[in-house]
């Protein structure tokens, strides 16, 4: 699908949306490969091994029936509605949206409960992203809602009045007169924007008609046409007509028409506001005697057998909704089958292909069969025996029920009757020693219910499996299947409860196995039971004996609560004679060291993250305190964080770095494929702040090593963004330094995307680098200088002044857009790694040439391999390049990192 172009709900049946030209290729494509792929004769079909199926009478004339089958590719749902057709106390008819109308979509458990239907199935296809309307024909109680799509591939289901159900392509045609005779084809009665086989729009050229069934709204100004013209008719008579306009009220005694192009032209030619119009239609097969209809897809079944081939195939295994008959046209069978994956990430249900449908609705007995729709659509609601509402029958496909358009329902025209029975109902398993609560619902001898009160019924169970407390039962200890029998004077329903017994449990199990808890906090442990036989069962925490080593904490109804000191221990729970731990360990989300000045320290966290304190890193001795930390989400777009933590002192104290601390961090290649960083979050600055780095392992295993300036929010994290490409530094002899350092955010090039690896820099420029690349701590004196030094420079020049790195000139003045000479960016380099003294002598051809006050510092940023030479000459006064600068400052970030 091409997002914001073309939707569709299933297989060919594609609505337009923005783009009719890619509709259109679609379109063509969907129906070649229909045209190859649609005939229903496949292999690898799935194969029972096992199938067990139960059946229950939901109304006079009705029955639900639940077939589970283990399969050769998983296990497998179906859930099938029978009804009587010739049973004159039932009724079958379409459930229309969640008034009526098609204005607004509804869960169909929840129109079974408000039509008071026994059951309900999903009907038709729908736009789900659009108008939520439908793409076939619909009836409801002998009137037509919507008609038939103009397609010869779209079968649908019809009932007459007199219950003769129909599986068919239905075929709409219509006319509209105006006063003066002339009249014109009618397309459509409230149908939505669909595509003709032609490829063509539903809406072009054709004339719709639109009552209160289809809203309150008429549709209006269509998205993709121009001219679209309206006639509002009220009693017989054209009241409005509008061009292009917004959507209007519908009338409760009129309707709308609607036209585009030819059909447009007709109304603005003879439909003058206070003339009167007519219109006829007829539906074929059925005409006036349709009952109830919904529109399907393709014909699955033909005769008992499958079609030659089917005209719409949606391929794969899904949740599936059928309707078919049986040969003597007596027996309707509503199909649902069900895909559904639990939580834990176990198929419940895997679903079927359209071809397994089609032979499963044949292997019980269907005659002929259309398919609904299906997927997330897929709903079943029915009422269980001696219940007033309709509850859901299947789980869907989807995570919740779908809001849907139609729906088949089934529906009891029975009189009240006399209480003829009562449906227990309660859990299915009990551990003995452990309860349950049963309930009685009332029925009649139609099957439908009847109310009684709760209080009136008394339970029981043959003497020795049990006792009840009002309506709950605990169960003995013996193993077994136990009969429990509901009683309202000679009225009596059973149920069945599988008792599990002390002699069939072979484990405890507690969950977590282990718990890691900070002090004060709580946590909810669950329980089960295994059996022998390999069968597990919850446990409520209430059943079970628990007990806590000491000071660990507290357990009530399985929930645990650490007490206030970092202790480990065990929580124990005895059940049948059976018993499980769980070792605790109680400990604050936090590691806490205490800086000695005069010794290195190191305080880690799950042997992952290590923050290192050299000797003199403090003045004093200083708590630290590092924590996990959960707060990331404002990283910069396209870095994905792997884990953070938070380092800082512990409160109340107030700690001054005289050198960066060193942060080793462990990570796997395998995760980190991009560019690893590590990032400490600015307070000042509001932002993630890359830190200087460098990275060591071998294999996949690898430790990234950055010297931090500076306590808070640190990050390990990939740096996933597209590295920084500039027109001009493909092939310069500086390309990969300035790479390495924009990609970085040290250094960044013009608007026009160049760098200018030529251009010189500034004092100014080179003290914003140099910080930047070795990311200095703000100052807490502001430097004073005479000349102004812009806004975007001060920070960085005032660290530099700070710490000695740069002075200004004697008339105090910084100078910042003065070039900066080799000679001076030897100094300041010099001045911020502390290089050590070099035992070489001055080796360049111009070394006289080198001033005074650099002639140090040029000899160690020489011995330390970070400025070099040219043929022979340093040329000490000559100024620095920007692509100079990058490749000084990438050694000047190498040495700085191999160097803590």
């Not at 969640?98 to 296809?125: C, F, H, P």
């Not at 121009?226 to 009241?239: F, L």
């Not at 109340?652 to 080793?664: A, C, R």
Request: hydrophobic share 40%; aromatic share 8%.
């Amino acid at each position: 699908m091409f997002p914001g172009a073309i939707q569709y709900h299933k297989g060919g049946i594609l609505l337009r949306k923005n783009c009719p030209a890619v509709a259109r290729y679609l379109y063509f494509f969907l129906a070649v490969v229909a045209i190859c792929l649609l005939t229903p004769s496949w292999a690898g079909a799935y194969q029972v091994i096992s199938k067990t199926s139960g059946e229950e009478i939901i109304t006079q004339g009705a029955s639900l029936q639940t077939v589970q089958m283990k399969t050769d590719g998983g296990p497998l749902n179906v859930y099938i509605l029978k009804a009587d057709l010739s049973d004159p106390l039932l009724k079958i008819d379409t459930i229309i949206g969640s008034d009526g109308t098609l204005n607004k979509n509804q869960t169909v458990t929840e129109m079974a409960r408000r039509t008071g239907a026994v059951a309900a199935i999903n009907g038709d296809y729908f736009q789900m992203m659009e108008s939520g309307r439908t793409i076939g024909l619909a009836y409801q109680g002998g009137k037509l809602v919507e008609s038939p799509a103009r397609r010869n591939d779209m079968f649908g289901f019809g009932l007459t009045m007199d219950k003769a159900p129909l599986i068919e392509i239905f075929d709409f045609a219509g006319r509209v007169t105006a006063a003066n005779g002339e009249s014109f084809f009618l397309a459509g009665i409230n149908k939505p924007d669909y595509l003709l086989q032609s490829s063509v729009s539903s809406d072009v050229d054709a004339l719709n008609l639109y009552n209160t069934l289809w809203g309150t709204t008429s549709r209006g100004k269509l998205p993709d046409l121009t001219g679209v013209v309206e006639a509002v008719v009220q009693d017989g008579v054209v009241k409005q007509v509008l061009t292009d306009q917004p959507g209007v009220a519908i009338p409760a005694n009129g309707y709308i028409l609607q036209g585009h192009g030819q059909a447009a032209n007709f109304i603005k030619d003879n439909l003058q506001p206070g003339s009167a119009v007519s219109y006829t239609y007829t539906v074929e097969p059925g005409g006036g005697a349709l009952f109830a209809a919904v529109g399907g897809q393709a014909l699955l079944v033909q005769d008992g057998k499958l079609p030659a081939y089917f005209t719409q195939n949606i391929t794969g295994k899904h949740a599936r909704t059928a309707v078919g008959i049986s040969k003597d046209g007596n027996t309707l069978y509503l199909v649902a089958v069900e895909k559904y994956t639990d939580s834990g990430g176990t198929a419940v249900s895997v679903g079927m292909t359209q071809e397994e449908l089609a032979d499963f609705l044949i292997s019980i007995g269907v005659w002929r069969a259309v398919n609904l729709d299906g997927g997330g659509s897929t709903t079943l609601a029915a009422r269980n025996l001696g219940d007033f509402d309709a509850s859901l029958v299947n789980q869907p496909q989807g995570t919740t029920q779908r809001r849907v358009p139609d729906a088949l329902g089934i529906f009891s025209l029975a009189p009240p009757g006399t209480l003829a029975g009562l449906a227990v109902s309660g859990p299915g398993v009990l551990l003995a020693g452990t309860s349950g609560k049963f309930v009685a619902g009332g029925y009649d001898q139609y099957h439908n219910p009847v109310r009684i009160s709760a209080g009136s019924i008394s339970f029981s169970t043959p003497p020795g499996t049990g006792n009840f407390r009002g309506s709950e039962f605990t169960a003995a200890g013996a193993s077994g299947d136990v009969t429990v029998t509901a009683s309202l004077g000679s009225v009596s329903g059973t149920a069945v409860v599988r008792v599990i017994g002390p002699d069939m449990i072979s484990k405890l199990v507690i969950s977590p196995g282990t718990l890691e808890i900070e002090p004060g906090k709580s946590t909810q442990l669950s329980l089960q039971v295994k059996t022998y036989s390999g069968e597990t069962f919850d446990i409520k925490p209430v059943d079970v004996i628990w007990s806590v080593d000491g000071s660990v904490g507290q357990i009530v109804d399985g929930k645990f609560t650490a007490g206030q000191n970092a202790v480990t221990g065990l929580i124990t729970a005895t059940f049948q004679g059976l018993t499980a731990t769980v070792p605790v360990t109680v400990q604050p989300p936090w590691e806490e060291i205490l800086i000695d000045p005069l010794k290195e320290t190191s305080v880690s966290m799950d042997d992952w993250v290590e923050v290192r304190f050299s000797a003199g890193t403090t003045s004093g001795p200083a708590e630290i305190r590092l924590s996990r930390e959960s707060n990331f989400s404002d990283v910069p777009a396209g870095v994905y964080v792997l884990g953070a933590v938070n380092l800082k002192p512990v409160e109340g104290q107030e700690v001054t770095l005289n050198t960066p601390l060193l942060v080793n961090w462990l990570y796997s290649e395998d995760v980190l494929s991009h560019r690893p960083v590590i990032m400490l979050y600015d307070d000042n600055a509001e932002k993630w702040l890359e830190q200087p780095a460098r990275i060591a392992g071998n294999g996949t295993a690898r430790t990234i090593s950055a010297r931090v300036w500076g306590f808070g929010r640190l990050a390990l994290a990939d740096d996933q963004r597209p590295a920084p490409v500039f027109k001009d530094t493909a092939g310069h002899w500086a390309d990969s330094s300035i790479s390495k350092l924009a990609a970085s955010g040290v250094l960044a090039g013009f608007p026009d995307g160049t760098f200018l690896p030529g251009q010189p820099v500034t004092r100014a420029q080179f003290a914003h680098a140099l910080a930047a690349v070795l990311q200095w701590p703000a100052p807490e004196n502001p430097a004073n200088f005479k000349d102004n030094i812009p806004a975007w420079a001060r920070p960085a020049v005032e660290k530099a002044v700070s710490r000695g790195v740069v002075t200004g000139y004697p008339d105090g003045t910084y100078r910042p857009d003065a070039g900066i000479t080799r000679s001076e960016m030897a100094v300041m380099i010099d001045r911020a790694l502390a290089l050590p003294a070099s035992d070489s002598k001055l080796t360049f051809l111009d070394r006289n040439n080198v001033p005074d006050f650099a002639l140090n510092a040029v000899g160690r940023t020489a011995g330390a391999g970070i400025l070099q030479g040219s043929e022979g000459y340093f040329n000490p006064t000559r100024g620095v390049s920007r692509a100079e600068m990058a490749v000084a400052l990438a050694r000047v970030l190498n040495w700085w990192t191999e160097h803590p």
